[in-house]
């Protein structure tokens, strides 16, 4: 395996960062999580815009412009000779002193791109839907992290999910600080109700996997809402299910206990996961 450092291709034993850098000691730095399929990049532009987004806030800067950064992208899926491929870009403030103040950092922002496959949940579950529960940590209010930012402090999204795990689940839903329904661990959330789509309109990360969807029932002529959403409004819901670069789409079938419609994927998730295994074999940058 060949990873992107910094301007060169490594072995992966030789990828490496310094112990000093400011990604390893604060998580700071931001990061993307890519597709591709078929030999097709999956939405790179936006992957990237929303990397250089999260940047722009964190005011981290790095040499290379967008263009440049989509460049190292499909270089280092033609160097792994992958054909279906999951790519994290990440960008981190670089080295530094002990101190978090990113003013001292010394360093240049680190830039580093690896090609390789992912799968969160068992296959089986994608057939038969999964179960989930509602955690007690709180997404992070947009006040103090927003969760627009796709930053490499993770912490807020992996203490829900080792309360997922604790209780014998893979995934969680995480409220926001007022109790609305926000997102997964690392998916968004949508239900489905008298055939119109539903996703929660604010405390979570605007997804891409979520616009292509919302994108997609526009096509397919469903109606569709980014709103308030509360846990009851799943639990009533007709269908449910998450999406997620990692994840792609995956069914839910039942909700802290209660079952979610008749209990078995429905025909809407169905439709749409169709539709997007479609596009994701149809769409993106060549290489
Ligand atoms: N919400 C959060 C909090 C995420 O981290 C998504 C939604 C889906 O966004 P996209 O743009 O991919 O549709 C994400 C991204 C993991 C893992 O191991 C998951 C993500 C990122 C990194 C790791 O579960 N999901």
New binding site residues.
């Given amino acids: 395996m060949k990873i992107y450092l910094n301007g060169e291709f490594v072995d992966k034993k030789d990828a490496k960062v310094s112990v000093f850098d400011h990604g390893f000691l604060y998580g700071d730095g931001a990061f993307e999580?890519i597709r591709s399929y078929d030999r097709l990049v999956f939405k790179l532009q936006e992957h990237i815009d929303r990397l250089y987004e999260t940047m722009h806030t964190l005011m981290i800067t790095v040499d290379l412009d967008k263009k440049q950064m989509m460049k190292v992208v499909v270089n280092t899926l033609k160097k792994n000779n992958l054909r279906d491929a999951y790519i994290r870009v990440i960008v981190t403030r670089g080295e530094g002193d002990l101190g978090l103040d990113p003013k001292k950092c010394y360093g240049k922002a680190s830039v580093i791109v690896i090609a390789d496959k992912i799968t969160?949940y068992p296959e089986e579950l994608y057939k038969k839907g999964m179960e989930i529960i509602t955690v007690p940590t709180v997404r992070n209010c947009p006040e103090a992290l927003n969760?627009q930012l796709?930053s490499l402090n993770y912490l807020n999204?992996i203490l829900a999910k080792i309360e997922a795990n604790n209780s014998g689940y893979c995934e969680a839903i995480m409220l926001d600080h007022l109790g609305y329904v926000a997102?997964?661990?690392?998916?968004?959330i949508f239900i489905v109700k008298h055939n119109i789509l539903s996703t929660p309109s604010q405390g979570?990360?605007r997804?891409?996997?979520?616009e292509t969807v919302l994108e997609l029932a526009v096509q397919c002529k469903i109606e569709t809402r980014e709103t308030l959403m509360t846990r009851h409004e799943v639990y009533i819901a007709d269908e449910c299910f998450l999406?997620?670069?990692?994840?792609e789409i995956i069914p839910v079938v039942k909700v802290d206990g209660r079952t979610i419609g008749s209990g078995q994927p429905g025909p809407v998730t169905n439709k749409i996961m169709k539709m997007f295994k479609m596009v994701t074999r149809q769409d993106g940058e060549k290489y």
């Fill in positions: 999580g969160l969760p796709k999204n997102e997964c661990t690392g998916d968004n979570r990360l997804g891409i996997t979520r999406t997620g670069t990692a994840a």
